[in-house]
């Protein structure tokens, strides 16, 4: 009877924040001294790439990759990027600290290289994020794939008369064998965002501004909520999000990386 009172707080304050929120409250306490070192290092390594790049990379859209060690994966990746119809974008891939293989020759591809390892999907994307300069953003992880049109459709929202500022397409899951498992579908709703995690950045793609950067938190397999759902929601809270319900994205269910099961 004790333990089941002693749970009463927790239980209504689910029902009225959302679980999702509280964990990430809880996160943004525990793990402040982690954010506030990883933006120092994050800070830096803008500076000493922004010194590499002779201009900005500059489009109506950049594609932010992120990678670590999957060479094959990522080519792969880079290759659903620039086979977009839409041309008009700049691809930059941010390695963090483990070398970058041989990638396509494409005077629209740009890669870089941490100093260090983060290991903190956050910093190498925000990383990404400030080297370019464009209208739009969107995020591709190196075990992921897009359909060929998947920014015309998203760009076809955004740019319309009273388009959104951001949108995400449906995910098709596929597993590790190439089978499918599942489409991710779900229209967004911020409410229902702070008790489920079905939003995803692989398939993001929203106006550039000053609230478009993620958790510096360093949040290993065991912290949730992701940084990908931090992000979208909290890019909600003062922007308009659309779903678009059409699958543009192969989102790979890959044992060795951080995936929510939804």
Known sequence: MTRRLARVPWTLLKALFGWLVLFEARNKVLLAPSALRLRRVEDAEVR??????????????????ATHRRPEALR??????????????????????????????????????????????GVVRNVGIRLTRSRYVAFLDDDNLWEPDHLERALAALEAPGG????????????PDGSEKDVLSVPFDRRRAAREAFLDTNAFVARRDRSLRFSRL???PEVLPREDWELIRRYGRGH???????????YLVNPASFYTDW
Do not use: K, M
Not at 48 to 53: F, G, K, P
Not at 103 to 115: E, K, M, Q, T
Not at 240 to 250: D, E, I, K, Q, S
């Open 218 to 220: 360093r949040r290993t």
């Open 164 to 175: 959104p500022d951001g949108v995400y397409t449906a995910l098709r899951r596929v597993l």
């Open 76 to 121: 792969a990746a880079v290759r659903s990027a620039l086979g977009q119809t839409v041309r008009d974008q700049v691809v930059i891939v941010v390695d963090d600290g483990a070398g970058l293989p041989e990638l396509p020759a494409d005077p629209r591809l740009f890669a870089v290289s941490l100093a260090h390892n983060t290991g903190v999907a």
């Open 48 to 65: 000493r790439l922004s010194a590499e790049l002779p201009t900005p990379p500059s489009a109506l859209v950049a594609t932010v990759i």
């Open 240 to 250: 308009r999000v659309l779903h678009l319900p059409h699958p543009t994205v192969r």
